[in-house]
């Protein structure tokens, strides 16, 4: 397991930008999977978008294709995730989480396969 930390939330408009940061002290996370997921107020954890140790391979729930691009830098272990044209039901609390992986392990979109999460960072988009 890694400790992971993400920024990058606030409040925002609808049709407006955010950008999202997860990172990890621990030069292994460079081997490690990353997911993104979000959980709104009375809701359960969903999917958003993962992306594979290699960062060659990624996917998005269908609410966040064309919107949101996951990426990662392996200089500073960090791993993003940009949300454009942000709709009110985007809001919630966004999570990171990572597991080690092997190189051709296809990108993870089950929150029981990612072993380390994040604290959680508070997205709000108003109307």
Not at 71 to 83: I, P
Request: a positive charge; charged letters at 15%.
């Amino acid at each position: 397991q890694v400790h992971l930390v993400e920024s990058g939330g606030g409040v925002v408009p609808a049709g407006d930008s955010l950008r999202l940061s997860c990172a990890s002290p621990r030069s292994m996370f460079s081997s490690h999977a990353v997911g993104w997921f979000r959980q709104a107020p009375g809701q359960e954890r969903e999917f958003v978008a993962a992306i594979t140790r290699s960062g060659s391979n990624t996917a998005y729930a269908d609410s966040a294709k064309g919107r949101f691009t996951v990426s990662r830098d392996r200089s500073t272990n960090t791993v993003y995730l940009q949300m454009s044209s942000l709709k009110p039901q985007d809001t919630g609390v966004y999570y990171c989480a990572s597991r080690r992986a092997i190189l051709t392990a296809p990108p993870i979109v089950r929150a029981d396969g990612y072993d380390s999460w994040g604290q959680g960072t508070q997205v709000t988009v108003s109307s």
